[in-house]
């Protein structure tokens, strides 16, 4: 009998720990693997803030697959993915085609613009290396425009969208990066303006109240300002456009108002709510005994029948669980359920500050950052073992 072929698309935290996971558990010849992903390199999405803000180094958010992986076990092929075809068992790659016998999806997540008017063209958006970069060098060059032309203090007002984990861990960083910026361009640091507005009646929506009141003290204390039960209308090319038409002029808007899944998944005729799908207990895409979906891609729900927010903590678990269901799937044993474990959140508001819970108990400041410190270093350590926490694990 021939071999099953197993192809993984992304290497994110899903797809990489369904590699990792893979490569351990599986026996010579059990099935041939192959992780495909865009760039030769896995990003630390949930490092990506700093990079962002300039308040670290973007090489610093990536480490090369051929460091996590074994390639005698794994084939990698650095290629995007064009088009899933579940019907023929094939993937289109830009350059090539490969068909498998299981397919693993985590792609990872897109910007959810909800509709909005120009924040698909207009707004920036954290997330993958390329698109930290950009933001990093959009955010200093704004700095040398301003001392060109004094009047435009559009230039020094900086627009977040989204008061979640994403834009609240972004303008930690940013209003780290400020008194810095204005130093090294001799800007009166009373210009600069940050902005974070956000729809919702509360900034972490969904978050500990009592967290959520010392995050924003914090924040507003470091000179944010924040807009919270004020929805984003329109983003133009000069600014945004809020509540009931007024518009706050500004040449950088950052959005991180909303994930959704991949389009890919959609047109490849899977069902979805805003491209994710709903998985089976099991994490398969219901109807497809051989299709896993991880991460960003897949909605599971939680006991009250509400869907989980997507994190890079369950997109882990979930690799995991889907690597042990392959492997029981190959040998004919019984597949395990996927339960999502909770082992805590923490949000940095910046240098030395943050929030969390973990262990049931509520966490902030200086303690608060010592975990997310924590959880960072565990992640390289599970990923890439000592080398790679002696690499990396200093800059976090
Ligand atoms: P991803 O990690 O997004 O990986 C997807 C991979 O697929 C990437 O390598 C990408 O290059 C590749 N890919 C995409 N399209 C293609 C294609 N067409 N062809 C080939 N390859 C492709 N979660 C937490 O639990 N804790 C946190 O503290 C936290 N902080 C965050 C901070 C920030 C700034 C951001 C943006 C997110 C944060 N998250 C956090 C959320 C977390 O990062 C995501 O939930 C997680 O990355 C999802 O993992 P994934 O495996 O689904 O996809």
């Known amino acids: 009998s021939s071999i099953p072929k197993i192809v993984i698309l992304g290497a994110g935290y899903g797809g990489v720990l369904t590699s990792l996971r893979l490569q351990k558990e599986l026996n010579y010849n059990e099935a041939d693997v192959t992780l495909v992903n865009k760039h030769d390199y896995h990003y630390i999405t949930t490092h990506l ?13 990536r480490v090369n697959i051929s460091k996590l992986i074994d390639e ?28 498998y016998d299981y397919l693993i999806i985590g792609l990872g997540g897109e910007p959810e613009t909800f509709g909005i008017p120009g924040l698909g063209e207009h707004a920036m958006n954290i997330r993958s290396i390329n698109s930290v970069r950009l933001i990093r060098e959009h955010i200093e060059y704004q700095f040398a425009r301003y001392k060109r032309e004094p009047h435009r203090t559009d230039y020094l007002t900086f627009v977040v969208g989204g008061a979640g984990f994403t834009g609240i861990e972004f303008i930690g960083e940013l209003a780290d990066r400020i008194p810095e910026l204005c130093k090294q361009f001799d800007v009166d640091p009373s210009i600069v303006k940050i902005v974070n507005i956000e729809a919702a009646p509360t900034a972490l ?118 690597a042990h269901n392959l492997v029981a799937s ?67």
């Open 49 to 61: 803030h700093m990079p962002a803000a300039g308040t670290d180094n973007p090489e610093n958010a």
């Open 205 to 322: 929506p969904g978050f500990d109240p009592e967290l959520v009141e010392y995050a924003m003290q914090v924040l507003q204390k470091k000179g944010v300002t924040f807009r919270i039960g004020t929805a984003i209308k329109e983003c133009t090319p000069d600014g945004v456009i809020v509540g009931e038409g007024e518009e706050i002029k500004s040449q950088t808007v950052i959005w991180t108002g909303g994930v959704r899944g991949n389009r890919l998944i959609e047109e490849a005729g899977f069902e979805t709510m805003r491209g994710r799908v709903k998985v089976d207990e099991f994490l398969r895409a219901p109807g497809h005994e051989n299709v896993y979906v991880l991460g960003d891609n897949s909605l599971v729900f939680n006991p009250e029948g509400r869907p989980y927010p997507p994190t890079a903590q369950m997109a882990m678990q979930q690799g995991v669980n889907c």
């Open 72 to 99: 005698f076990k794994i084939d990698f092929v650095k290629s995007t993915v064009v088009q899933i075809r579940p019907q023929d068992r094939k993937v289109i790659l830009e350059d090539g085609t490969l068909s």
């Open 330 to 396: 190959i040998r004919n044993q019984p597949l395990k359920k996927y339960v999502f474990t909770n082992k805590g959140t923490v949000a940095s508001l910046g240098k030395g500050e943050a929030i969390g819970i973990a262990f049931g108990k509520k966490y902030k400041g200086r303690v608060a950052a010592w975990l997310k410190k924590a959880i960072d270093i565990r992640y390289l350590f599970i990923i890439g073992g000592i080398p790679l926490v002696l690499r990396k694990g200093k800059f976090l």
